[in-house]
């Protein structure tokens, strides 16, 4: 059973930068790992994601260039690193475990889900 804990968030001024922190236990060989994202009143939406076992990394088109996630397996971690952020990223976000890396899409009755932390950005 894959489980995972989120870290990091808070708030900050637009133009600043936030890193998240997520924790996973019960790995799966070479599963996609990553982070999405939920703003008031909106869908859920998939914003970067990574394979464990190494390999290329998917961003939303939203935060290409701001965001970037790395993991470090040893400590069965991945982590985002947002950059430049706007207003429009405050959204509270969610780690995942086991969903569609290259569509950044859940899979129903699969994908494991984090409590979420809140990220706030204030122009």
């Known amino acids: 059973q894959v489980e995972v804990v989120e870290s990091g968030g808070g708030s900050v001024q637009a133009g600043g930068s936030l890193r998240l922190s997520c924790a996973a236990s019960?790995?799966?060989?070479?599963?996609?790992m990553g982070w999405f994202r939920q703003a008031p009143g909106k869908e859920r939406e998939g914003v970067a994601g990574t394979y464990t076992g190494g390999g290329a990394t998917y961003y939303a088109d939203s935060v290409k260039g701001r965001f970037t996630i790395s993991r470090d397996n040893a400590k069965r971690s991945v982590y985002l690193q947002m950059n430049s952020l706007k207003p429009e990223d405050t959204a509270m976000y969610y780690c995942?475990?086991?969903?569609?890396?290259?569509?950044?899409?859940?899979?129903?009755?699969?994908?494991?889900w984090g409590q979420g932390t809140q990220v706030t950005v204030s122009s």
């Open positions: 995942a475990a086991l969903f569609a890396c290259p569509t950044l899409h859940e899979v129903a009755g699969l994908t494991r």
């Open positions: 019960g790995l799966a060989i070479n599963m996609c």
